[in-house]
């Protein structure tokens, strides 16, 4: 049976779970918030108390990982995730690279080092099964793929990593463990400040960071 760790159980960790448990997948649900995680306790559910940043710098390893990653939780998982692994004394979170809002669709601003980006103008519905060309709530062609944008920014001084997510149902979106894996190993070689995304065709959040000397 194929296994799925969903970090997070608020509104869409538990949208998430819903949607996929069809008997087919063995979840693992991480929250530090024991009321998030109560109402989802179920068969097939292995529910753990403990901030999932932390959870998966514990757990994900080469040999013993989930089929899926599903990041649920209200921080950029593959950034922060990397950020541990590696630790402040190699890296840390930097400014976004300036005139960054004109070469993403409708930025908006998170922190100083992280920035949202969006093909939408609109709040998309939360089933949204992302057809391939047409958005579901115009019915238009859609513009071009947002993680396909973030992989070719182009910016001095600066290396784009993109995490793609790929969507496990409507309005459900996951990676691989190998794809944090092959991120880690990139920004291990990087030697330029660099800019990590997770995205799928029409979202995605972008963080800035900096690894040692390269500041």
């Given amino acids: 049976m194929k296994e799925i760790w969903i970090t997070g159980a608020g509104f869409f960790g538990s949208l998430a779970l819903n949607r996929l448990d069809n008997g087919k997948f063995k979840f693992v649900v991480v929250d530090a918030d024991p ?6 306790k179920g068969p097939n559910r292995t529910i753990i108390q403990e901030d999932g940043v932390a959870f998966l710098d514990k757990n994900l390893q080469e040999n013993k990982k989930p089929d899926w990653i599903i990041p649920a939780l209200p921080v950029h998982l593959a950034a922060e995730w990397c950020l541990l692994k590696l630790g402040p ?16 669709p409708n ?10 980006a969006s093909n939408a103008t609109f709040r998309c519905p ?11 709530h115009t019915g238009k ?4 793929d947002l993680y396909k944008i973030l ?4 910016i001095p001084e600066r290396k ?3 995490v793609r997510s790929h969507q496990l149902g409507n309005g459900v979106g996951g990676y691989r463990p190998e794809q944090l894996f092959d991120l880690l190993e990139q920004v291990k070689k990087s030697t330029k400040k660099i800019l990590i995304s ?15 000397p390269y500041l």
Avoid at 35 to 40: F, M, P, Q, T, V
Avoid at 89 to 104: A, F, H, Q, W
Avoid at 198 to 212: E, L, M
């Fill in 35 to 40: 009321d998030n995680l109560e109402k989802l």
């Fill in 89 to 104: 004394e190699k890296i840390s979170r930097i400014g976004m690279p300036d005139g960054i809002e004109n070469l993403v």
């Fill in 107 to 116: 930025p908006l601003r998170g922190s100083e080092s992280e920035i949202y």
């Fill in 126 to 136: 939360d089933d949204c099964p992302e057809p391939k060309d047409i958005c579901t």
């Fill in 141 to 144: 062609k859609r513009k071009k």
């Fill in 151 to 154: 992989e070719e920014l182009k």
């Fill in 160 to 162: 784009s990593l993109v």
């Fill in 198 to 212: 997770t995205a799928c065709r029409c979202h995605g959040v972008i963080s800035s960071i900096g690894k040692k």
